[in-house]
């Protein structure tokens, strides 16, 4: 942050202190504007606006949040499965049908299927989370779409000892 400005936020009362920086400061309507959407407030719209004082050496900056409706989850959807069964692959999810969206439920999820698959050594599967937005005001579905990949295999495995007189047996390192 450069700028000859102080930077002041008010939230509920408090204010925040720092150097004023226009471009800092659309960086941070972008960044309201996302933590809103990962929390299912897909319609949100940030604006600022500032206040600058009468000696032009202090300015206030004040964020204008409207978070429109939030969204719900109606249907969760898995396509491209075929490996693992639904019911082991979706196994306890964190973001569930009913439950109010949430970006970061969504990637553990991600997580946690993409993890199912790495143990079997399909190490290139993909599992890409798609909202679907409905006609339906404030609804979702969630779509899952897997790519299983192939399995890789590991291949000959040969031990190198250095030095004239090992200690470890081959069939250790094995």
Do not use: C
């Amino acid at each position: 942050l450069a700028s000859k400005f102080g930077i002041g936020l008010v939230n509920k009362g408090y204010a925040f202190g720092g150097v004023y920086d226009p471009e800092v400061v659309e960086n941070d309507v972008i960044t309201l504007t996302q933590y809103y959407n990962n929390l299912g407030f897909f319609d949100a719209k940030v604006t600022h606006r500032e206040e600058f004082t009468e000696d032009q050496k202090g300015v206030k900056v004040i964020f204008t949040i409207a978070e429109g409706q939030r969204y719900k989850v109606r249907n969760v959807e898995l396509i491209g499965y075929e490996v693992i069964g639904k019911d082991k692959l979706h196994h306890r999810p964190k973001l569930k049908a009913g439950d109010f969206f949430n970006y970061r439920f969504m990637q553990l999820d991600v997580a946690t299927m993409k993890d199912q698959y790495d143990k079997l050594g399909r190490l290139f599967a993909e599992v890409k989370p798609t909202p679907i937005f409905l006609d339906e005001p404030g609804m979702i579905d969630l779509e899952y779409r897997i790519n299983e990949d192939k399995p890789y295999l590991v291949g000959d495995i040969k031990v190198n000892f250095r030095g004239d007189m090992p200690h470890t047996r081959e069939d250790v390192i094995l």
